[in-house]
């Protein structure tokens, strides 16, 4: 083993400009929800609504899943004009409302008019159970 090098000697502050940089703190404001009407709080409950007024025009992408199936791809290949593909879940069984590809109810299909839509039976609360 040989002998152990001396460490390097610190690196000297650079020399020239030293300028000072001003700061100042910066306030965002509170999302929270608003207050109940009872408490101390509720005066102020505007510039919570006001918040979430900002956002309620983001649009949000919302899928319904009537089932899925998984095929091979020999089996993908394979499909033409009438092939039937079987999915995971029974006729009549509740289908999924995803808003943003995350599960957010659960309902039924319906016909209106000409169109397919779903009457929502159920919303998934936080903790993921369906709640009625």
Do not use: C, W
């Amino acid at each position: 083993m040989g002998e152990a090098e001396p460490a390097a000697a610190p690196a000297a502050a650079p020399q020239g400009n030293n300028t000072k940089v001003g700061m100042t703190s910066v306030h965002y404001k509170n999302f929270a929800q608003e207050p109940a009407a009872d408490s101390p709080a509720a005066g102020k409950a505007q510039p919570a609504r006001d918040n979430i007024d900002l956002i309620m025009d983001v649009p949000l992408n919302v899928t319904v899943e009537l089932g899925k199936s998984k095929k091979s791809i020999k089996e993908i290949l394979a499909l033409k004009m009438g092939s039937v593909i079987v999915l995971d879940r029974l006729a009549g069984e509740m289908v999924d409302v995803l808003v943003n590809g995350k599960l957010f109810a659960k309902g039924e299909v319906v016909v209106i008019d000409d169109s397919y839509g779903v009457r929502v039976t159920g919303i998934i609360d936080k903790k993921g159970s369906l709640g009625f």
